[in-house]
């Protein structure tokens, strides 16, 4: 146990001599959190809609104070008024407005008389974001126009009624899990990966060989600190970035021991599967290769951006056997829905089934001589 102890003490010195290093082993997920966090997933609002009111008739002007409501209350889009619908189509082409809505002559009449009436909308389909919400809010607001204005009394349409068991999750909210297990996954591979290589370039493990360390104990230290330190920028990364998102789940005690148990797990996991794909590597600019690809091999199809469920199967594969996917799923359930211990249970059993799996595997393969 000493002699695991020195290397793991080893280490943990250099890392922690080396501040510019940890903060960058941080820098990128936490960039990356506040960055797409507030890019991306949120709701769109002062979307540019022009109105060609061809009628100027009474049932016109209701449309048109509906617009109203929206531009005042959830300002999805504001209106601005255009002559004709050639000057519309011409403005959404060339990117002046997002959309565009065309209300037909004699419009007022046929909404009186009960004879169909129809409203044009142009949409600039290139962005489907803006266009999917302009296009929301305008069937919304046609479905309250074609609401009887006295409800029957036997209800002759069949009704959605959707209960959503979560306040408003904001995208930062939905993103911090995948963040955190970025940074241990950056942590791993920085702090782990490209060091052990960078050691073994350097002779370091050379000096390993004229002491009487036995392999199991050289890989344990190895190991045993590249955990600490991931677990460092797990812990670090979950208390900043769940401050920035408004989360208050840090404060549980129950939460934040689920927290570090998921933490240690993934910590775990992820260094077994660098030492596991390191253990035979000697060239310096291999880990730097790998990283890359990894990130986007195994950060992308684990949920974190966007879900799994929309994957197609050969992705959906990958997914199952990506330890990043638990680590995702386990945060979130805990960051996000407080689904306690009982809804972590298979995350936290893969994870450490993972990580000493891919320990033990890696074993065998470390060379105790040169």
Known sequence: MNRMMAIVERELRKFFRSPALMLMSMMLPLVQL??????????????????VDLDHGEQSVKLQEAFQDVEANI???YTI??????????????????????????????VLAGDSPQIGLIVDNSDQFVSGAVETEMQSLVDALNAPLIQPKVVQNVT??????????????????????????????????MLYIDDKARGVHEGYLVTPIRRWELVAGLNLAGAIKAVLSGISLTVIGSLLAGLGVIFHPEAVVELALLIVATSIAFNGMMF????????????RAMFGVLNTLLFFPSGAIY????????????????????????????????GGIVSIERDLLFLFAFGLGSLLIATPLFRRTL
Do not use: C
């Not at 008024?81 to 419009?107: F, S």
């Open 81 to 110: 008024p255009y002559p004709n619908e050639d000057a519309a189509r011409i403005a959404v082409q060339t990117g002046k407005l997002d959309a565009a809505v065309v209300i037909p002559r004699e419009y007022s009449r046929r």
């Open 307 to 338: 879900p799994i469920e929309a994957f197609p199967a050969w992705l959906r594969a990958i997914a199952v056997v990506d330890p990043f996917t638990y680590a995702v799923h386990g945060l979130k359930e805990i960051l996000i829905k407080d």
């Open 34 to 51: 506040i960055i797409l966090g507030n890019a991306f997933g949120g709701k769109v609002t002062r979307a540019r809609m022009g109105v």
């Open 276 to 287: 596991l794909l390191m253990v035979r590597v000697d060239d310096p600019l291999v880990p």
């Open 75 to 77: 300002r999805t889009f």
């Open 160 to 193: 959605l009624e959707i209960v959503e068991l979560y306040p408003y999750i904001a995208y930062m909210k939905f993103l911090l899990a995948g963040s955190i297990a970025l940074a241990m996954y950056v942590s791993v591979m920085i702090g782990g990966g």
